[in-house]
């Protein structure tokens, strides 16, 4: 869970954080998550550095494939055998 600087739950909109690269602290701009979620987690499978998620947009039913390894990672829209983008309806 984060916190901001006075060691409140989020949803504030300023947190202080720890900036890996370079070694300090800075603040950094969060919003408050909405109620409904937009997006819906139908697969994911996690490693020690690695993750693989398969989010659905609930919305449009684009299904979103999101991996990360290590400090890198992407998001696409997951794709069939023709190349058109996966619809879960």
Avoid: H
């Avoid at 390894?69 to 309806?89: A, E, Q, S, Y």
Wanted: charged content about 25%.
């Amino acid at each position: 869970m984060l916190y901001n600087c006075f060691d409140n739950p989020i949803p504030f909109r300023k947190l202080l954080r720890y900036n890996g690269v370079g070694n300090k602290l800075e603040w950094m701009e969060v919003f408050e998550m909405s109620k409904e979620n937009r997006f819906e987690v139908v697969y994911q499978e996690t490693a020690l550095k690695s993750e693989k998620t398969i989010y659905v947009d609930k919305e449009t039913g684009i299904n979103y494939l999101f991996i990360a390894n290590g400090f890198g990672g992407g998001l696409t829209p997951l794709l069939d055998t023709d190349g058109k983008p996966v619809i879960t309806k």
